[in-house]
């Protein structure tokens, strides 16, 4: 029977299997409430996650067969680490097979994807359980150590010697889920930056629907899933596979943050909505490859969409997170345009609304494309229709370099009610008819 509320507190060992475990079911328009772990740097230094993330495990939502959308919106993002640390990586290639996310490797007795222990602090703490060989995938370039305040506004990167400190306590400091695998990334104490001050902003990296092969998590786009094109290990796609397969749940887009509502494609039958790799902050492009990875509690509301059809995500952010120009116009500025209409004898005005979709690529031009595309789909629109509305009433916004954007414009009412889209935006933004 299917449940109103479904509580999550289990992980996957980094693989999205659309022939795995799932939870729930929970009702159509239901509550699933997560206890997230740390994305990133945690799962990237503990090769035995095949996926580079450590995600929730997939809820079954009552009614979705493929074909359909699941709106996800997010209702509450609350951190609950203390203390984090990231950086920009660099790649150890003895330490993995083909893909340091996927296929970490033990470069002294060879075994991949091994159980590892912790031993000391520093970056050289993670060891094979098998040969206590140093085996970490990553290191890196330059790190910092960041605690946050008791209320979570502020935060502020650590000396040496605090760094060690709280890497005394690492996984308390992380506040990482009892079910979570990862070795703390705390205990590495990074702290290149130190006395550095920062605003939290909490968002989402992962949030999305299970794809149809099995994908390892942090993979599932266009950028990053470009690596398992031809690879040499388990997870090898073509890359027709990868554009049939994936969901594009793995954005790291900050905007996809609480008040938000994320419309995400149904590829599996019940839709398998997941959720993680949280983070404190982050501005736009997560340019040096990784943020503040927290753990958090979640709270998402489910809405099956019927019969939509979408490739990809569809992201309708909070109002303040819209480009300027893809604003809703307000009543003062339709009738400045009305009166101009008069001057020049344009009776019929448009009515629009707000809309983001988001594009996945191997680099950014790609993306921008697909997600073009996918908007000129959706809407029955042209693609030069979208670039014009695009360029005259909303922005090309990245959300994670390499090759991961939102094509946010002020779309056709028309468009957007056949489409099925209309009436989620107009509760959302408060329109009037």
């Given at each position: 029977?299917?449940?109103q509320?479904?509580?999550v507190k289990?992980?996957?060992?980094?693989?999205?299997d659309?022939n795995g475990?799932?939870?729930?079911?929970?009702?159509?328009?239901?509550?699933i409430?997560?206890?997230?772990?740390?994305g990133?740097?945690?799962?990237?230094?503990t090769p035995e996650?095949k996926?580079?993330?450590?995600?929730?495990v997939?809820v079954?939502?009552?009614?979705a067969?493929?074909?359909d959308?699941?709106?996800?919106y997010?209702q509450s993002?609350?951190p609950?680490s203390s203390v984090?640390a990231?950086?920009?990586?660099i790649?150890?290639?003895n330490?993995?097979?083909?893909d340091?996310f996927?296929a970490?490797k033990?470069p002294?007795?060879?075994?991949?994807n091994p159980?590892?222990e912790?031993?000391?602090?520093?970056?050289?703490?993670v060891?094979?359980?098998n040969?206590?060989?140093d085996?970490?995938?990553?290191?890196?370039?330059?790190?910092?150590?960041m605690?946050?305040?008791?209320n979570?506004?502020?935060?502020?990167t650590?000396?040496?010697e605090a760094?060690?400190e709280?890497?005394?306590?690492?996984?308390?400091n992380m506040c990482?889920p009892?079910?979570?695998?990862q070795?703390?990334i705390?205990n590495?104490a990074?702290?290149?930056?130190?006395?550095?001050i920062?605003?939290?902003?909490?968002f989402?990296?992962q949030?999305?629907?299970?794809p149809?092969k099995a994908?390892?998590?942090?993979h599932n786009?266009?950028?990053?899933?470009?690596?398992?094109i031809?690879a040499?290990h388990?997870?090898?796609?073509?890359?027709e596979?990868?554009?049939?397969?994936?969901t594009?749940g793995h954005?790291d887009?900050?905007r996809?943050?609480?008040?938000a509502?994320?419309i995400?494609?149904v590829?599996?039958?019940?839709?398998?909505?997941?959720?993680?790799d949280a983070?404190?902050m982050?501005?736009?492009?997560e340019?040096?490859?990784h943020?503040?990875?927290?753990?958090?509690?979640?709270t998402?509301?489910?809405k099956?969409?019927k019969?939509?059809?979408?490739?990809?995500?569809i992201?309708i952010?909070?109002?303040?997170?819209?480009?300027?120009l893809?604003?809703?116009?307000s009543k003062?500025?339709?009738k400045?345009?009305?009166?101009l209409?008069?001057?020049?004898?344009?009776?019929?005005f448009?009515?629009t609304?707000?809309?983001s979709?988001?594009g996945?690529?191997?680099?950014?031009?790609?993306?921008i494309?697909?997600?073009?595309?996918?908007?000129?789909?959706?809407?029955?629109?042209?693609?030069?229709?979208?670039?014009?509305?695009a360029?005259?009433?909303?922005?090309?916004?990245?959300g994670?370099?390499p090759?991961?954007?939102?094509?946010?414009f002020l779309?056709?009412?028309?468009?957007?009610?056949?489409?099925?889209?209309?009436h989620i935006?107009k509760?959302?933004?408060?329109?009037?008819?």
């Amino acid at each position: 029977m299917a449940k109103q509320t479904v509580f999550v507190k289990e992980f996957t060992d980094g693989i999205l299997d659309p022939n795995g475990k799932m939870l729930g079911p929970v009702k159509d328009g239901g509550t699933i409430i997560a206890n997230t772990a740390p994305g990133c740097w945690g799962p990237m230094i503990t090769p035995e996650l095949k996926g580079g993330h450590e995600v929730t495990v997939p809820v079954y939502v009552e009614g979705a067969e493929v074909g359909d959308a699941i709106a996800i919106y997010i209702q509450s993002i609350t951190p609950t680490s203390s203390v984090v640390a990231s950086g920009n990586d660099i790649t150890i290639d003895n330490n993995f097979n083909g893909d340091p996310f996927v296929a970490g490797k033990c470069p002294h007795c060879g075994i991949i994807n091994p159980a590892t222990e912790l031993k000391g602090i520093g970056e050289d703490s993670v060891r094979c359980k098998n040969c206590n060989e140093d085996i970490s995938p990553f290191k890196f370039t330059n790190g910092y150590t960041m605690a946050f305040d008791e209320n979570k506004q502020v935060g502020i990167t650590l000396s040496k010697e605090a760094a060690y400190e709280a890497a005394k306590n690492a996984r308390d400091n992380m506040c990482i889920p009892d079910n979570s695998i990862q070795n703390p990334i705390v205990n590495f104490a990074p702290h290149h930056m130190a006395g550095n001050i920062s605003r939290l902003r909490p968002f989402l990296g992962q949030l999305g629907t299970t794809p149809s092969k099995a994908i390892p998590d942090s993979h599932n786009a266009g950028d990053f899933g470009s690596f398992l094109i031809g690879a040499p290990h388990d997870y090898s796609f073509t890359e027709e596979e990868l554009k049939k397969h994936k969901t594009d749940g793995h954005m790291d887009i900050n905007r996809v943050r609480a008040g938000a509502i994320l419309i995400a494609p149904v590829k599996v039958k019940g839709g398998g909505v997941y959720v993680g790799d949280a983070h404190a902050m982050q501005g736009d492009g997560e340019i040096a490859g990784h943020t503040a990875d927290i753990a958090a509690l979640v709270t998402l509301k489910v809405k099956v969409l019927k019969n939509l059809n979408i490739d990809g995500p569809i992201l309708i952010p909070l109002e303040e997170d819209l480009p300027y120009l893809a604003k809703t116009i307000s009543k003062r500025e339709y009738k400045i345009a009305l009166d101009l209409g008069k001057k020049w004898g344009v009776e019929n005005f448009e009515k629009t609304a707000p809309i983001s979709f988001i594009g996945t690529g191997v680099n950014l031009n790609q993306a921008i494309e697909n997600g073009l595309q996918r908007a000129a789909d959706v809407l029955d629109l042209s693609v030069p229709e979208v670039m014009n509305r695009a360029t005259i009433n909303g922005a090309i916004e990245i959300g994670r370099a390499p090759g991961t954007v939102t094509v946010t414009f002020l779309a056709p009412v028309d468009s957007l009610k056949k489409a099925g889209l209309y009436h989620i935006i107009k509760e959302h933004y408060g329109l009037y008819d």
